[in-house]
């Protein structure tokens, strides 16, 4: 009797034991559940990764439209749009002996800017200011250094203008407003034996602190400056790389309609094969405020590194050693720019190229930026826009790489509504 229920027990162990192997999985069904999770993640990535970065240029685009607001506030509280390249002098002295080396429509445009926005401010065209010292000058950068004269591009000009004085702490770079003494508006906001002011303007627009970065100076200005000059630049929040020009705001100012100045932000930017610098095109301009004429003959024509304001007609000619071809009666025509009598803010977007910038059609339905080379005559079909392509012309002129404008299919822009595709 005893020896039944043992085995009668164990018989049901067994059963048991087989009944909860048959709810298990087998190898072969734990594989298909993987490569059917491997299938569906492979699926939602890039679907989850496309919502973030629409929703992070989304982010960049609605930033812009905040900027510029912040800039027709500054323009109703000044009566202008901020310039977008100065060179400031903060011993106030901006005659031709104390700036040998800087462009006079430069020195021009920045007086006339100054004036202004700061008509007490002492400013002199033919030496030393009066009452100028180690404790009284223009500390334009907040470094509590009477330094020499040094220019502002575009990108920090729009941080400059609508954050004012900047101050480095061991927390970062911050921005301070102006000083409220009209008759030296540039102030540290930190006291100490330089002039000093607590009594500051608001800021125009609330930069994040985390995003501002003085990086080296661009390429194209009148000053050889080999240090930061201690005026920070603005990144969109892309994830451009701290330190360089990746992600920075471009900022271009119409100076009241008189033409937009594609010197004013000069980055280097590398063409497809990665040389540097390397893309070019020339726009004409009534104010361009250095010298940087390609042409000899024509001197309102100039050559600046991408990104160049964007126009509604096509880039200059030029041949391949970067003058102007004169020979086109393309060359000639007076430019016509997006938003003539404002600005222009751009992102160069995900990819943290700007291009060359230039022609832009807002109903374009083309695969790329277009250039309306059709329309034009044989000759403007060769404008140079990479000074690396190869030579493809008897009389010297390069060709357009029709994929050079791709790049540009994710800047965003204050007048294109986000994406310019």
């Known amino acids: 009797m005893l020896l039944n229920n043992k085995l009668q027990t164990a018989q049901r162990l067994l059963q048991t034991l087989a009944r909860r ?109 009066p009452g100028v010292s180690a404790t009284s000058y ?64 608001p800021l125009l627009f ?41 992600g920075l705001y471009a900022y271009f100012s119409a100076y009241e309609g008189s033409g937009y100045d594609p010197d004013d932000v000069n980055f280097a930017e590398a063409d497809e094969t990665l040389a540097l610098p390397a893309i070019y095109g020339a726009f004409m301009t009534a104010n361009a405020a250095t010298n940087t004429g390609v042409s000899t003959a024509r001197p309102d024509l100039i050559a600046s590194a991408a990104p160049n304001p964007y126009a509604t007609d096509v880039p200059v000619p030029q041949l391949a050693n970067g003058q102007v071809d004169n020979s086109s009666a393309l060359s000639f025509r007076p430019r016509s720019y997006q938003n003539p009598q404002t600005f222009q803010l751009i992102s160069s977007g995900r990819d943290y190229y700007f291009g060359i910038g230039g022609q832009y059609v807002s109903n374009s339905t083309g695969e790329r930026l277009p250039f309306n080379l059709a329309s034009v005559s044989p000759s403007a079909t060769l404008q140079t826009i990479d000074a690396t392509i190869a030579v493809t012309s008897a009389v010297g002129q390069k060709a357009i790489d029709p994929q050079i404008r791709m790049r540009e299919r994710d800047n965003i822009t204050n007048f294109s509504g986000g994406r310019l595709e």
């Open 21 to 129: 192997r048959k709810k298990g999985f087998t190898l072969i069904e734990l594989l298909v559940v993987v490569v059917v999770l491997a299938i569906l993640i492979g699926l939602l990535v890039p679907a989850v990764m496309k919502a973030v970065g629409n929703a992070r240029e989304a982010s960049v685009a609605a930033e812009i439209n905040q900027l510029a607001q912040a800039l027709a506030d500054f323009k109703s509280r000044y009566g202008i749009y901020p310039p977008s390249r100065v060179v400031l002098v903060e011993n106030g002295n901006y005659s031709s002996t104390n700036l040998p080396s800087v462009s006079p429509k430069l020195i021009a445009r920045t007086l006339s800017a100054f004036r202004r926005l700061f008509p007490r401010m002492v400013l002199s065209t033919s030496g030393a200011v």
């Open 138 to 201: 223009y500390d334009f950068n907040g470094n509590h250094n009477m330094d020499g004269a040094y220019i502002l591009d575009g990108p920090e000009c729009l941080v400059f203008f609508l954050g004012g004085i900047p101050q480095t702490t061991a927390n970062g770079m911050g921005l301070t407003g102006f000083g409220k003494d009209p008759v030296n508006p540039m102030t540290s906001a930190t006291p100490g034996s330089w002039p000093y002011s607590a009594n500051r303007t």
């Open 206 to 246: 609330e930069f994040n602190n985390g995003r501002l970065d003085d990086v080296l100076p661009l390429t194209g200005t009148a000053l050889p400056n080999t240090n930061r000059n201690g005026v920070p630049e603005y990144h969109d929040g892309l994830g451009g790389q701290a330190g360089t020009i990746q």
